[in-house]
């Protein structure tokens, strides 16, 4: 009787646990689809920022303008508070690839006349190696490929570029290690980071976010990470905390 009982229990243990899995599985899958089609109707999602005609998002005539733009790790980068010499502007979108970020690039920056332009772009490229593994050098030569042009035209712009090194990753949790593979730090990120060092000239400077944020074992400090992608308040506050005293020599 006892042995029944225990076996009706772990079946019920088992019956929760693979609802449990096929409710997040029905819930990836649904967002999932909605991205996708999302995607289909707004490619490069040019109206997440609509603008007037003639309108230009600028403070005064004496500060320089500074636009954050890339993915979802740019869009999190909250400006440093207090700084009377800069006027910051958001211009990351989630989800986003380099190419994304590419096509937008003249729409978003263009009427904001931009001084400088950060950007942090390459992770949602490198992320799709995994489902893709047969297109794993197509899709970083293209990365490469797409970063250079986005220096290139945000220089076009008249803009210096502050270009950040790929943010590093926190530890991978279980259920994204279906759809992930090692090789994506050790090889890609680490070669996209390497290339973008190649393009360091007076006017574009690399900075490099890896120093900053990681512990020994190559990952994000638990006390910066949000989430396995993301940073919190205290990542960002400790990048803005390096990133200063580049943007204060720059507008000497």
Request: net charge neutral; hydrophobic share 40%.
């Amino acid at each position: 009787m006892k042995k029944n009982k225990i076996i009706i229990i772990c079946l019920f243990i088992i019956t929760l646990i693979s609802l449990w899995l096929n409710f997040q599985l029905f819930q990836r899958s649904r967002n999932f689809y909605l991205r996708l089609n999302s995607l289909q109707l707004n490619p490069l999602a040019i109206n997440y920022y609509p603008l007037e005609p003639n309108f230009q998002e600028t403070g005064n005539s004496q500060q320089k303008n500074i636009i954050f733009l890339g993915d979802s790790r740019a869009r999190a980068w909250k400006s440093p508070e207090d700084f009377d010499d800069f006027n910051f502007i958001n211009r990351g979108i989630s989800g986003q690839t380099t190419g994304q970020v590419l096509g937008r690039l003249n729409r978003h920056l263009q009427p904001l006349s931009p001084d400088i332009v950060i950007v942090q772009v390459g992770v949602n490229d490198l992320s799709r190696i995994p489902l893709f593994p047969e297109n794993k050098e197509t899709i970083i030569s293209e990365c490469k490929s797409n970063i250079k042009e986005i220096v290139s035209e945000s220089r076009q712009l008249g803009a210096v570029v502050i270009m950040t090194t790929i943010f590093p990753l926190s530890e991978v949790p279980l259920k994204r290690k279906l759809f992930w593979s090692p090789d994506i730090v050790t090889t890609a990120i680490k070669e996209v980071n390497n290339f973008i060092y190649s393009l360091e000239n007076e006017d574009v400077i690399i900075f490099d976010t890896g120093d900053i944020l990681v512990n020994q074992q190559g990952k994000v400090r638990e006390e910066y990470s949000r989430d396995f992608l993301h940073l919190n308040r205290a990542g960002y506050k400790t990048l803005n905390e390096k990133l200063m005293p580049i943007l204060q020599e720059l507008s000497k």
